[in-house]
């Protein structure tokens, strides 16, 4: 089955630690990205990438790096200088990156020790 | 700057009611327009688009919204709902003028599915 995957599915931090969380796509899609979920809040945008060894930051960077190494994998590390990482952290792809849908993966919770 | 707006945090309706879903967006051009549906703890999937033509968009699950312009609204509609429809919706609109890399999501709506 195509899809996108994620892992792990809780992600526990400790402080000072960076913590990379797992994303894997096998739709052969160009496109993809990450975003950050919040209790009552909608989905903002980390950082999205169009193509192979190329990427941008979203509207919230700050704290977060990210690698586009291969097609399928785009990793995202939450780096010690996030200071509030608490959240629910969605990975995306889409076909390209013009009028495509996006297709999102099942989701990494990461909590804070 | 642009935004959705989802008015209702949280709705409750009885099974087989109608259901909409309010939905707006403060663009200046016409955006690609979009309804996303999150059962707990998973993912975002995708019940219907709209990027032009027909203002009326069907979806799956029974699901269909309307694009009206000079309302700067995509409401989301069910005639009926089930059970299973419980769950957390989410407007979100394409601004980037179809480059689909700067969706902005409102913050979504619960729905309660009471028996």
């Known amino acids: 089955d195509g899809g996108i995957t994620q892992s792990p599915k809780y992600l526990f931090r400790k402080e000072g630690q960076n913590v990379t969380l797992s994303c894997e796509q096998n739709l052969n899609h160009d496109a993809m990205y990450w975003y950050r979920q919040d209790p009552g809040q909608g989905l903002r945008l980390i950082y999205y990438s169009h193509i192979v060894n190329d990427f941008q930051k979203g509207d919230i960077a700050e704290g977060y790096s990210v690698s586009r190494e291969k097609k399928e994998s785009f990793p995202l590390t939450v780096t010690s200088a996030q200071k509030n990482p608490t959240a629910f952290y969605l990975c995306?792809?889409?076909?390209?990156?013009?009028?495509?849908?996006?297709?999102f993966g099942p989701g990494t919770r990461l909590l804070v020790l | 700057a642009q935004s959705v707006t989802q008015p209702d945090i949280h709705i409750t309706v009885s099974e087989g009611a109608s259901l909409e879903l309010r939905c707006n967006y403060s663009?200046?051009?016409?955006?690609?327009l979009f309804w996303y549906v999150q059962s707990p703890g998973q993912g975002l999937q995708l019940l219907l688009k709209?990027?032009?033509?027909?203002?009326l968009v069907q979806g799956i699950k029974g699901f269909e919204a309307e694009f009206k312009r000079s309302q700067s609204s995509f409401n989301l509609r069910k005639p009926s709902v089930h059970w299973s429809d419980a769950a957390e919706y989410f407007c979100?609109?394409?601004?980037?003028?179809?480059?689909?890399?700067?969706?902005?999501f409102g913050k979504g709506t619960l729905l309660t599915v009471n028996p």
């Open positions: 995306a792809s889409s076909k390209g990156a013009n009028q495509e849908t996006q297709y």
């Open positions: 663009y200046g051009a016409t955006p690609y």
């Open positions: 709209y990027f032009s033509g027909d203002t």
């Open positions: 979100a609109v394409d601004t980037s003028g179809g480059s689909n890399y700067k969706l902005t």
